[in-house]
T-cell receptor, first 114, second 114 residues
Framework: DAGVIQSPRHEVTEMGQEVTLRCKPISGHNSLFWYRQTMMRGLELLIYFNNNVPIDDSGMPEDRFSAKMPNASFSTLKIQPSEPRDSAVYFC????????????FGPGTRLLVL | GNSVTQMEGPVTLSEEAFLTINCTYT??????LFWYVQYPGEGLQLLLKATKADDKGSNKGFEATYRKETTSFHLEKGSVQVSDSAVYFC?????????????FGKGTLLTVNP
C-alpha cells in the first residue's frame, strides 16, 4: 500500500516566484496535515484538514501561504511570492481519525528559495 | 500551553551501547505520548506510543513508559545498532476536543558508530 506521496521532492526557486507543493494522502485517511521543518524552529504545524475542510490554519505564517484540499486524495500548499526565509522541508501527513491516531508522514519537499 | 522538552543532541554511541533520550512534557488533561524517528532524507515514522499513565510503548527494541508523576516519556534501548542512527522526536497529542494536534520536541540526533 502506498504511503503519503509528495511532489516535488526538491524545489529550487528564486525569490518572488510562486511555489506549489503537492500531497496525496493515504487512501481512506480523512485528516491531512502540512508541517514545516527548519533547524531554527523545528517541526511546525501549518494547517490541518478534516474531510477536506480546513480546520485550523493558525500555523500558516502569513498571507503568502495558502493551502487547498479539493478532494480526499489531493492537497496543495502554495507560497506566493516566495522568500528566502521560506526555505525549509515541508511535510505532509495523513491520519484516519483525528483523535489520537497515528499520523503518517510523506518523504517531504525540500524547498530552497534563492 | 502544551510543550515537549527533550535532551539536546547530538548523541554519539558505540554499537551495543545503552541508549536513553530524555523527554518531559507540559500539558493539560491527559495527552497521548509518542516517539517518532526520522531517518536521513525521509519523513517521520511513528516508533512507539502510549495513551495513558503507566503504559509502556515498545517497538524494535525501543521502550518508553508514560510517567504522569514525573511528566516524562524517556526513550530507551538496551543495545543500539548502526541502523538506529536517526533523529528522534518526542511528541504529545492534546487531549480533549482537538486531539489532532501533535506538539513535537526539537529532536535529538543519534549517531551510532560501529
Amino acid at each position: 500500500d502506498a504511503g503519503v506521496i509528495q511532489s516535488p521532492r526538491h524545489e529550487v526557486t528564486e525569490m518572488g516566484q510562486e511555489v506549489t507543493l503537492r500531497c496525496k494522502p493515504i487512501s481512506g485517511h480523512n485528516s491531512l496535515f502540512w508541517y514545516r521543518q527548519t533547524m531554527m524552529r523545528g517541526l511546525e504545524l501549518l494547517i490541518y484538514f478534516n474531510n477536506n475542510v480546513p480546520i485550523d490554519d493558525s500555523g500558516m505564517p502569513e498571507d503568502r501561504f495558502s493551502a487547498k484540499m479539493p478532494n480526499a486524495s489531493f492537497s496543495t500548499l502554495k507560497i506566493q511570492p516566495s522568500e528566502p526565509r521560506d526555505s525549509a522541508v515541508y511535510f505532509c501527513a495523513s491520519s484516519f481519525r483525528q483523535t489520537q491516531e497515528t499520523q503518517y508522514f510523506g518523504p517531504g519537499t525540500r524547498l530552497l528559495v534563492l | 500551553g502544551n510543550s515537549v522538552t527533550q535532551m539536546e543532541g547530538p548523541v554519539t554511541l558505540s554499537e551495543e551501547a545503552f541508549l536513553t533520550i530524555n523527554c518531559t512534557y507540559t500539558a493539560t488533561g491527559y495527552p497521548s505520548l509518542f516517539w517518532y524517528v526520522q531517518y536521513p532524507g525521509e519523513g517521520l515514522q511513528l516508533l512507539l506510543k502510549a495513551t495513558k499513565a503507566d503504559d509502556k510503548g515498545s517497538n524494535k527494541g525501543f521502550e518508553a513508559t508514560y510517567r504522569k508523576e514525573t511528566t516524562s516519556f524517556h526513550l530507551e534501548k538496551g543495545s543500539v545498532q548502526v541502523s538506529d542512527s536517526a533523529v528522534y522526536f518526542c511528541a504529545l497529542s492534546r487531549s480533549g476536543g482537538s486531539n489532532y494536534k501533535l506538539t513535537f520536541g526539537k529532536g535529538t540526533l543519534l549517531t551510532v558508530n560501529p
